[in-house]
């Protein structure tokens, strides 16, 4: 179990100083996949170097299964981290970066060979660990990585976005890679992207960054459907952001219409921004019914899996509706310019606090 | 209507190569007309004049002759004419090797760290202390050594200071000393070693320092199973141009070592002018660029390898 606690950062001095963490405060559990979610410049990356020992603390503590570690060097931390460009040691080769970490610690030389073995089998990279690590492959150099890392089997693996520099088929693979991997080993994995999607598929947990502070901590679930706050939902997923008045466990949208919500802790009642997934909204041509309201179809952008409808409704609010595209083709959506009826879901509506 | 050329296949690009290849000959043609004449000319009448006889005024007779081959490490006892080693040569080759391997581990022992200090620095700091590297060059060879001569002749700054201090009773002897070669060559190199090490080190990429570390490897570790390898090229690189420099130099030893501490550059001077003997003094030259030789092949090879390997 890591606890961070009021975990600060500030990087330079006086006018050029620039604080990169902010009375951070988070718990990962051990064996959990956790993730830092956020975008570039976040302070996603500063955490992760914290925890690995790479920068101190300019503030607060960490500690790993209840000991303080935030005094210890990298080199006497039980912390091994994937790097975001793998940093292989090019002078070694693939089955000498995996010893590394072992060479160090010690480890009799036996235990080494059948250790590095064992890594090379589970990266699937047996055949080519007398190769040097410039000879082979973007993917190949990340299990490289990952071997190396995992091989003096650390109580906590950091991740520094290492599936960015793949291409997608490449990135997708991996991510149920590093998915079988973390359940295999049982290491608790800390894992750093910018990319909601990869968060979303992989994490037992995520934490959403921005400007230094963590948002909001919960399941890939959590996140998705229940943003505490507007940048959460803007950050993860294709949002829609309207205006309405809340008055206990009902809201009003600023365009009409009345739905059923549970507000979060600390939303008062009056004016609110509530947010609908665009994949809750669907048209279908003709007039409005209960709950339906009306608007014109602006753009209808076709992406393959789905349609994307960019929609303007009566008090002038851009909304955006996703449907999945049906195998016997779009029948019956007006053209852009057209007048349709939109229909949310039913609890499709969250409120969100500003 | 438009008529169509057609060319057989493969015709436009040996008729572009055929093009190419011209124009590549006559811009190094320049560059071939200076060697010739400027290196390759010279160094053929050293070969020559090493086979002759030496002239009785310096210059040579043109008669072929081994002398000058045989006495660069045999000399013909005055009393009795029998061959024996060339001491003086030898000791003066030893002390030669000797002390340009001594520069080269002394220029190494003081220019890795400050190599390393320039390297890590912000990067305005960085290009002043570069410069400040370089700006011994700026002033003549000779002149720096004379300074130096200034600091440790007998009533030289070290020795009053260290006087002074009560450190010492009486001044210690270091003019015209092996060390006050090799002090004064460590400090006429050492830019020469910096630069290389530093470029090096400039392009060492410092998260795999990280991972090292990451990784349980300790400070020294992490130097000597990362950082060293990795930086190797530079260190070879500035003992080359170190070592090479060394081997020939003139002018330090001339100043500091004084009359009877020659080294080989010293020597060949010598056989130009007193000693009046050019064909001695060609073979040495060529004994020295020998030297040179084997050290730079060796250069290449490791560094090709380390290429191959990595």
């Known amino acids: 179990m890591i606890e961070i606690e009021k975990a600060t950062k500030v990087f330079g001095t006086g006018d050029t100083a620039f604080m990169a963490l902010s009375n951070v405060d988070v718990t990962i559990a051990a064996n959990e996949f956790f993730t830092l979610l956020g975008p570039s410049g976040c302070g996603k990356t500063t955490l992760l170097r914290l925890i690995a020992g790479f920068e101190p603390p300019t503030m607060g503590s960490i500690s790993l299964a209840g000991k303080d570690i935030s005094r210890l060097p990298p080199s006497q931390r039980p912390v091994n981290t994937v790097f975001q460009n793998y940093a292989l040691f090019p002078h070694m080769s693939v089955a000498q970066n995996i010893a590394f970490g072992l060479e160090m610690l010690k480890k009799p030389k036996a235990e080494i060979r059948s250790t590095v073995d064992e890594m090379l089998r589970l990266v699937q990279m047996e055949e080519l660990k007398n190769r040097r690590t410039s000879e082979i492959s973007g993917g190949q150099q990340q299990r490289v990585a990952l071997a190396r890392a995992l091989a003096p089997h650390p109580e906590v693996l950091l991740l520094d976005e290492p599936l960015s520099a793949l291409d997608f088929k490449l990135r997708k693979e991996m991510q149920i890679e590093l998915k079988r991997l973390q ?21 037992d947990r995520i934490a959403v960054m921005n400007a230094g502070k963590i948002l909001q901590v919960g399941s890939p679930r959590d996140i998705y459907e229940r943003p505490s706050e507007r940048f959460v939902a ?3 997923g294709e949002s829609n952001f309207l205006n309405a008045e809340l008055s206990g466990s009902e809201v009003t949208l600023a365009v009409g219409g009345r739905f059923a919500v549970s507000a979060p802790n600390g939303v008062e009642d009056g004016k609110v921004s509530v947010l609908v997934r665009p994949e809750h909204i669907s048209v279908r041509a003709g007039g409005s019914g209960e709950n339906e309201l009306t608007a014109t179809i602006e753009t209808i952008v076709y992406s393959g899996e789905s349609t994307s409808i960019h929609l303007r409704l009566a008090n002038g609010e851009a909304i955006r509706a996703r449907m999945a595209n049906e195998p016997q083709g779009a029948g019956g959506l007006p053209a852009e310019g057209g007048q349709v009826a939109v229909i949310i879901a039913p609890c499709a509506i969250t409120v969100l606090r500003d | 209507m438009v008529e169509y050329q057609t060319y057989a296949p493969g015709e436009l690009e040996a008729e572009a190569r055929a093009s190419d290849y011209k124009s590549r000959w006559l811009l190094s043609l320049p560059a071939i007309l200076i060697i010739i004449f400027a290196a390759a000319g010279p160094l053929m009448v050293m070969v020559v004049y090493s086979f002759l006889a030496p002239g009785d005024y310096g210059n040579v ?23 024996v080693w060339a001491d003086a040569h030898l000791s003066i080759f030893w002390r030669s090797l000797s002390l340009s391997l001594l520069t080269t581990v002394a220029t190494l022992v003081f220019g890795l760290p400050t190599a390393w200090y320039i390297a890590t620095q912000p990067s305005g700091k960085r290009e002043l202390l570069l410069y400040l590297v370089t700006v011994p060059f700026w002033a003549n060879l000779l002149v720096r050594t004379i300074a130096i001569q200034e600091l440790i002749r007998t009533e030289g700054v070290i020795n009053l200071v260290l006087l002074k201090v009560g450190f010492i009773n009486e001044p210690i002897q270091m003019m015209f000393t092996n060390f006050a070669i090799g002090f004064g ?16 080190v400039d392009k060492l990429d410092f998260r795999l320092v990280e991972a090292a570390h990451d990784l349980y490897a300790s400070r020294w570790t992490a130097f000597r199973r990362v950082i060293l390898p990795l930086i190797k090229p530079g260190i070879i690189a500035g003992s080359i141009l170190v070592f090479i420099p060394s081997l020939g130099a003139y002018v330090t030893p001339r100043v500091l070592g004084g009359g009877k501490n020659l080294m080989f550059g010293n020597l060949i001077e010598l056989q130009f002018g007193q000693g009046r003997n050019w064909p001695l003094g060609a073979a040495l030259s060529l004994m020295l660029m020998a030297a040179v030789m084997v050290a730079l092949i060796w250069y290449v090879r490791v560094t090709s390898r380390e290429q191959a390997d990595g």
Do not use: C
Request: no cysteine; charged share 15%; net charge negative.
């Open chain 1, 234 to 236: 803007n950050f993860v």
């Open chain 2, 61 to 83: 007779k043109w008669e072929f002759s081994l002398e000058g081959w045989m006495n660069t490490v045999i000399q013909r006892d005055i009393f009795d004419d029998t061959l």
């Open chain 2, 185 to 200: 060559m460590t400090y006429v190199y050492l830019p020469l070693m910096v630069l290389p090490i530093y470029a090096a």
């Open chain 1, 183 to 203: 359940n295999e080993t049982g290491i608790t994995f800390v894992f750093v992207t910018h990319d909601q999607e990869e968060a979303l598929t992989m994490s």
